[in-house]
């Protein structure tokens, strides 16, 4: 089993529904993060957290929302959807006690199109 | 602001051949983490190798190494030896020294010929 874990993986929906994707992980990380990823633009970051009561803003976060609901969970949302925020969606973990050395360890991503 | 440039869209190289993909960095910081992730057509994003700004030596995992000039703020990472299954995107990233935040580069996609 992935250490990672996003669902779903594909997801197609039209604009203004909302939608949730779900990460969940076992590595026993505190800190935990969103990104989107954009052709040519590399990963973005949009949301992370260092602990269940933790939430920080990344550089890209307006029209989305998180939640971490336990320690190993981390839901990000899209309360409206709208098409340009087509695009690959990545949750990553990392150990915050061992230093900043260590990297981080991501999902496999979701795919999501917004039409 | 911390910044990441990758200037090569797209690479060629042949197999068993090595190649280097280029990085460069910019940050205020002395203290700093630099990484490169390989991206699979599946998508998914696989570390690869880390490099410290203090490591007086070059970060080397099997057949990747990392070519760290500190004082011309690059990283490039080296590719010995190619295969088929290097055919990938590879993403230079920084460790944002107080957040652990990632600030990635936009990306190189090597293409391995056979």
């Known amino acids: 089993d992935a250490d990672v874990t996003q669902t779903p993986r594909n997801r197609i929906t039209k604009t203004g529904k909302r939608i949730m994707l779900e990460c969940s992980q076992t590595?026993?990380?505190?800190?935990m993060y969103w990104y989107r990823q954009d052709p040519g633009l590399g990963l973005r970051l949009i949301y992370y957290?260092?602990?269940?009561?933790?939430?920080n803003k990344g550089e890209i976060s307006d029209g989305y929302s998180v939640s971490r609901q336990a320690q190993a969970k981390f839901s990000l949302s899209l309360e409206s959807a709208i098409p340009n925020q087509t695009a690959l969606y990545f949750c990553?973990?990392?150990?915050?006690?061992?230093?900043?050395?260590?990297?981080?360890?991501f999902g496999d991503g979701t795919r999501l199109s917004i039409l | 602001a911390q910044k990441i440039t990758q200037t090569q869209p797209g690479m060629f190289v042949q197999e068993k051949e090595a190649v280097t993909l280029d990085c460069t960095y910019d940050?205020?910081?002395?203290?700093?983490?630099l990484f490169w992730y390989k991206q699979p057509s599946s998508g998914e994003m696989i570390f690869l190798i880390y490099?410290?700004?203090?490591?007086?030596q070059n970060a080397t995992e099997g057949r990747y190494s990392l070519n760290f000039q500190k004082a011309r703020k690059s990283a490039n990472l080296v590719i010995s030896a190619s295969q088929l299954g290097d055919s990938a995107m590879y993403f230079c990233?920084?460790?944002?020294?107080?957040?652990?935040?990632?600030?990635f580069g936009q990306g190189t996609e090597l293409s391995v010929k056979p």
């Open positions: 990553a973990t990392s150990d915050g006690d061992r230093g900043n050395n260590q990297p981080q360890h």
């Open positions: 590595k026993g990380h505190d800190r």
């Open positions: 957290s260092f602990d269940v009561k933790d939430i």
């Open positions: 940050t205020s910081d002395q203290s700093y983490g």
């Open positions: 490099q410290g700004s203090y490591d007086e």
């Open positions: 990233a920084m460790r944002e020294r107080l957040l652990g935040k990632l600030i």
